[in-house]
């Protein structure tokens, strides 16, 4: 089993900065692609930003040029680094990564999410 967990959220003033990261951990050979996706009370989940192991990204046009992901091979880990944060950014913050574990095993995987609060 692949376990995610994310870190680094709290409680932020409007502009502030955060830096979340989220740790994979298990049988892992390989994060193929990854993800950030919040959820705010009544919202849908969206998607904020994903990053593919060839190092492309793509992110929602209402973080576009605040945040960035990025990640880190050597240790299995993702981080989305959140910048200009806004109160509209609040939200609990959920890591997903598609896990190669062997070469003949693939796996979809989400953290349990960690809370960001932007508020003055």
């Known amino acids: 089993q692949v376990q995610l967990v994310e870190s680094g959220g709290g409680l932020v003033q409007p502009g502030g900065s955060l830096r979340l990261s989220c740790a994979a951990s298990g049988s892992i050979l390989s994060i193929v692609s990854a993800g950030w996706y919040r959820q705010a009370p009544g919202k849908q989940r969206e998607l904020v930003a994903a990053i593919t192991s060839s190092g492309s990204t793509n992110y929602a046009d209402s973080v576009k040029g605040r945040f960035t992901i990025s990640g880190d091979n050597d240790k299995n880990t993702v981080y989305l680094q959140m910048n200009s944060l806004k109160p509209e950014d609040t939200a609990v913050y959920y890591c997903?990564?598609?896990?190669?574990?062997?070469?003949?095993?693939?796996?979809?995987?989400w953290g349990q999410g960690t809370q960001v609060t932007v508020s003055s």
């Open positions: 997903n990564a598609n896990v190669r574990r062997s070469p003949w095993l693939r796996g979809d995987y």
